[in-house]
C-alpha cells in the first residue's frame, strides 16, 4: 500500500511534482507537518529526501488503513444494519447491481460471495480492458501517448495485458468524478450508458458529447465475454442503478451529492 502512496505524488497527470526530494521540501514547508514527521519518524528523516519519501507514503498507507478511511457508514451500510431503509428507486438499483440477470456490474464489482457484507469494498482487485475511449485532453498532456495500462508497467511484457487497468471501488463513486482511468467520462449517469451500450443497441450517442462513443484506445481484447452479458437497460433502471451507487457514499460526504 505504501509503495502505492508513492507513485500519485510525482506522475506527470495526476500531482506532478518533479522528484521525490520536492515532495518532502513541500512538506517541510509546512511546520506542523514538519515536528510531526520527526517526531514519529525520526529528527532527521525529512533531511533525507529518500528517507523522507518513504516516510510520507508510509504514513498515507497507515492512514487508509483506520476507520477513519473506510468508516462503512454510507446509506448503504446503514441500511444493511437496519439503521435506514432505502428508497424504493435505491432499493431496485441494489437489486439491479448484485444480479447476474439483469446487470453483470457484481462480476467485477463484488467481493464477497454474499451481496449483504458489511464491509464490501465494491471491486475484485482484478484487471481488466473494458474498451474504454481515449480523453483526447489527457492524451494532449502526454504526447498523444496511448494508454496501454498493465502492459505498461515494465515487469508486464505479456501483450493481453494491453489495455488493462484495475477494477477501482464504487465506494464514494459519486462525489470522485470524473470517470474510468483516464478521466473521459464527467457524469456518472454516463458511465452506466457507456456499459450499457454493449447491450443496447439504442445506446449509441455519448450524451456528453452528442456524438458515437468513442472507439477503444486499446480495442485488442476487451473483455466483451463480460459486458456483453446483460440484458439491455431502460432509463429507469439506469437512473436506479445511479441512485444506488450514491447510497455507497461515505455520510461525511453526502452533502456533495446535493444538486447532483
Known amino acids: 500500500m505504501a509503495k502505492q502512496a ?3 505524488l510525482v506522475n506527470p497527470v495526476e500531482m506532478a511534482m518533479p522528484d521525490s526530494a520536492a515532495v518532502v521540501s513541500r512538506v517541510k514547508e509546512n511546520s506542523r507537518y514538519d515536528n510531526v514527521f520527526r517526531s514519529i519518524y525520526g529528527q532527521d528523516v525529512l ?3 529518500d528517507k523522507g519519501y518513504a516516510a510520507i507514503a508510509d504514513a498515507i498507507a497507515t492512514f487508509e488503513k483506520t476507520s477513519m478511511f473506510m468508516p462503512f457508514d454510507s446509506r448503504y451500510d446503514r441500511a444493511l444494519r437496519g439503521e435506514i431503509k432505502l428508497t424504493p428507486q435505491e432499493e431496485l438499483g441494489k437489486t439491479l447491481f448484485f444480479s447476474q440477470q439483469f446487470t453483470n456490474c457484481n462480476a467485477c464489482h463484488q467481493l464477497s460471495s454474499s451481496p449483504f457484507n ?3 469494498t465494491f471491486t475484485n482487485y482484478e484487471y481488466r480492458n473494458i474498451g474504454v475511449p481515449a480523453n483526447p485532453d489527457l492524451m494532449a498532456q502526454n504526447g498523444n501517448k496511448k494508454d496501454f495500462g498493465l502492459l505498461d508497467n515494465p515487469a508486464i511484457n505479456d501483450p493481453r495485458q494491453a489495455g488493462k487497468f484495475k477494477v477501482p471501488s464504487l465506494r464514494n463513486v459519486a ?3 470524473p470517470y474510468m ?3 473521459v467520462f464527467q457524469d456518472l449517469r454516463t458511465v452506466v450508458l457507456f456499459y450499457d451500450k ?3 443497441p439504442k445506446r449509441v450517442i ?5 456524438q458515437l462513443w468513442g ?3 486499446v480495442p485488442e481484447k476487451v473483455d466483451l465475454a463480460t459486458l456483453e452479458k446483460a440484458p439491455a437497460l431502460p432509463d429507469r433502471r439506469v437512473d436506479a442503478i445511479v441512485a444506488f451507487l450514491k447510497t455507497l457514499t461515505d455520510q461525511r460526504y453526502e452533502p456533495l451529492l446535493n444538486g447532483q
Request: aromatic share 4%; net charge negative.
Open 181 to 183: 482511468h483516464n478521466g
Open 206 to 210: 455519448n450524451p456528453e458529447t452528442g
Open 6 to 8: 508513492e507513485g500519485p
Open 215 to 217: 472507439e477503444p484506445e
Open 118 to 120: 458489511p464491509q464490501e
Open 175 to 177: 462525489v470522485t468524478g
Open 47 to 49: 533531511n533525507d529526501s
Open 198 to 200: 454493449y447491450n443496447n
